[in-house]
């Protein structure tokens, strides 16, 4: 059973900002939260992950709620190349294994 | 570095065959993954491989195997195919297994279709 919520799709305008919400309310303490997105027709692709803190690199953000249970990864100025089936995973990272859900399609439009 | 590659990309099969995928890891890393992909049941988890040893295995049946070289190099086996095993197969390699930095990288995958 995925362990994750995400909503099935959302569109974004290039060049704004978009906030994609993952809500995984029965994260237990040491897991992580993992985001990879998938373009079409590739295999997915790391984009950032984290355990309670915010995290930032040169893809997203990710802002993690105080009782873990939602994330927000934030891509601060979509492009076109944006566009992807975006999987929010909890994962212990003890185990390598990823469980995907169905994750959220985003379609950036000009 | 060169990325995660697999091989053949492409690959039509019919049911009762059997199939052999390959994957060869970024350089240096020594856990590889396997994933099948259907539109039904998205991204599935086949099985891990550190060390030439399977670590962990998914929820899938006997006729799907792999094995790791000491390479790292890796390959994984379906026999008896079904038409149910079309799928796209994707494998990913990480520096080690588990691991609090330890992102996995994923190949293109190898598109199988079974008639």
């Known amino acids: 059973d995925a362990k994750t919520t995400q909503p099935t799709s959302m569109d974004c305008a290039e060049g704004r900002a978009a906030n994609l919400p993952c809500n995984h309310s029965?994260?237990?303490?040491?897991?992580?939260v993992y985001w990879y997105r998938q373009i079409h027709s590739q295999g997915p692709q790391y984009i950032i992950h984290g355990l309670k803190n915010n995290e930032t690199n040169e893809m997203a953000s990710l802002i993690i709620t105080e009782d873990r249970k939602s994330s927000t990864l934030i891509l601060p100025h979509a492009t076109l190349r944006d566009t992807a089936v975006y999987y929010c995973i909890v994962r212990d990272d003890s185990w390598g294994k990823l469980q995907f859900g169905a994750g959220t399609q985003v379609v950036v439009t000009p | 570095k060169a990325g995660v590659t697999q091989t053949p990309r492409y690959l039509i099969k019919t049911r009762g065959q059997q199939v052999t995928l390959s994957c060869s890891p970024i350089s240096g890393h020594r856990s590889v993954s396997w994933y099948q992909q259907t539109p039904g049941q998205g991204l599935q988890f086949l099985f891990e491989?550190?060390?030439?040893?399977?670590?962990n295995k998914g929820n899938f049946p006997g006729r799907f195997s792999g094995r790791q070289f000491s390479n790292s190099r890796s390959e994984m086996n379906v026999s008896t195919l079904e038409l149910g095993d079309s799928a796209l197969y994707l494998c990913?390699?990480?520096?080690?297994?588990?691991?609090?930095?330890?992102?996995?990288?994923f190949g293109p995958g190898t598109r199988l279709t079974v008639l």
């Open positions: 029965t994260i237990s303490g040491n897991e992580y």
């Open positions: 990913a390699s990480s520096e080690t297994q588990g691991g609090v930095y330890n992102e996995q990288f």
């Open positions: 491989y550190f060390s030439e040893t399977q670590r």
